[in-house]
């Protein structure tokens, strides 16, 4: 079992920065490729970015490539999400996930294993 934590979450103007974190607990985190995805308000909850067990590769949806940078530290067993030149549509309820195996081109929610509460994420306009 992995237990995943998220924080970071909060208010913010469009065009600022906030960096969410990941805290894991439970089985080896470095065996884990880790995620982030988001769903606002009426919304399904779509893919943001993810990065593979060892940090060296790391995949991103269109609409956050160039403003959203994942990492990892597997010495921390945590995952953060950089995120800048936030827009109003980037308002959303952020979760950490991870899934065993290598592929991080896997954006279908169901095929990921665990995930945390969730952070909220509001920018505004």
């Known amino acids: 079992q992995v237990q995943l934590v998220e924080s970071g979450g909060g208010l913010v103007q469009a065009g600022g920065s906030l960096r969410l974190s990941c805290a894991s607990s439970?089985?080896?985190?470095?065996?884990?490729?880790m995620g982030w995805f988001r769903q606002a308000p009426g919304k399904a909850r779509e893919f943001v970015a993810s990065?593979?067990?060892?940090?060296?590769?790391?995949y991103y949806a269109d609409s956050v490539k160039g403003r959203f940078t994942i990492s990892r530290d597997n010495a921390k067993d945590r995952v953060d999400l950089q995120m800048n030149s936030l827009k109003f549509e980037d308002t959303a309820v952020y979760y950490c996930?991870?899934?065993?195996?290598?592929?991080?081109?896997?954006?279908?929610?169901?095929?990921?294993?665990?995930w945390g509460q969730g952070t909220q994420v509001t920018v505004s306009s």
């Open positions: 990065i593979n067990y060892s940090g060296a590769s790391t």
């Open positions: 996930a991870a899934r065993l195996g290598s592929g991080i081109t896997i954006t279908t929610v169901r095929l990921w294993d665990y």
């Open positions: 439970g089985r080896t985190f470095s065996r884990y490729a």
